[in-house]
């Protein structure tokens, strides 16, 4: 099956910890995203690469970091330095830059 | 001002009625126009794109852009139940840059 995977679903962290959200896709797609999603609120953007070894950050990349050393993945890192890390986070992947972008299931990060 | 806006919300329609769904953005370098569905705790999906002026058909749903007023817009006719959702209204610049607005909640009542 072709698609976009993140893992895990929910992850529990507490405060002052680094953890990594994983993101996988098998669909040869070129560019992919990072996005957080708060309570009642749209998508923001976190960091977005366009090919293998170059991403660029978005709207809010303060307290997050990433690499694309793979085309097919994309992790992202929740630092200690992102003050309200608790929110859902979603991977998505397009086939080249500006075009339409096909999302991972998510996951839910708690930091409590 | 925000750079992608969505119209409020929440917009309640009866079933079988067309549900209109408006979004304005700000970058006039903006190039590629999405529509997407978010059901309640999942991921969203795409609906529909655009990216030259004029309408566009899929089934029961039309993407409208007007570059001149920098407006795009959904169609959702027939509407039925399984249409509520939340729905994303997505704007792409040619460097990659995406922004979402907001979204509208949609219901459609039986």
């Known amino acids: 099956d072709g698609g976009i995977t993140q893992s895990p679903k929910y992850l529990f962290r507490k405060e002052g910890q680094n953890v990594t959200l994983s993101c996988e896709q098998n669909?040869?797609?070129?560019?992919m995203y990072w996005y957080r999603q708060d309570p009642g609120q749209g998508l923001r953007l976190i960091y977005y690469?366009?090919?293998?070894?170059?991403?660029q950050k978005g709207d809010i990349a303060e307290g997050y970091s990433v690499s694309r050393e793979k085309k097919e993945s994309f992790p992202l890192t929740v630092t200690s330095a992102q003050k309200n890390p608790t929110a859902f986070y979603l991977c998505?992947?397009?086939?080249?830059?500006?075009?339409?972008?096909?999302f991972g299931p998510g996951t839910r990060l708690t930091v409590t | 001002q925000k750079e992608v806006e969505q119209n409020s919300g929440p917009l309640s329609v009866p079933e079988g009625a067309i549900a209109s769904l408006n979004c304005t953005y700000s970058d006039r370098g903006s190039q590629s126009f999405f529509w997407y569905r978010q059901y309640s705790g999942k991921s969203p999906e795409l609906i529909m794109f655009i990216y030259s002026n004029g309408d566009k058909e899929d089934g029961r749903f039309t993407a409208q852009l007007n570059k001149a007023s920098q407006y795009v817009s959904l169609l959702i006719r027939d509407s039925q139940p399984s249409d509520s959702a939340t729905y994303l209204c997505?704007?792409?610049?040619?460097?990659?840059?995406?922004?979402f607005g907001d979204g509208t909640t949609l219901t459609v009542k039986p």
């Open positions: 997505a704007v792409n610049t040619n460097a990659g840059k995406s922004t």
């Open positions: 998505a992947s397009s086939p080249r830059v500006a075009l339409e972008q096909y």
């Open positions: 669909l040869n797609h070129d560019a």
């Open positions: 690469s366009q090919i293998v070894n170059d991403f």
